[in-house]
């Protein structure tokens, strides 16, 4: 799976602060469910690329 956006922040898991709240769940979520994951960037091109791997069943 891979997600773009135009954002220059760098993408890093975080413990919620506000469980049961909605906001700042996305990395930790992304973490906690794929394989591998990590930031591409194009040189000369703003934002950024966040990619990660999912298994798949045997």
């Known amino acids: ?19 049961g709240r909605p906001g700042g769940h996305g990395m930790f979520i992304v973490q906690r469910l794929c394989m591998d994951w990590g930031v591409v960037r194009t040189p000369g091109a703003p934002g950024k690329t966040v990619w990660a791997e999912l298994s798949a069943p045997v």
Do not use: K, L, N, Y
């Open 1 to 19: 799976i891979e997600v773009s956006d135009r954002g220059a922040g760098q993408p890093a898991p975080r413990t919620p602060h506000r469980v």
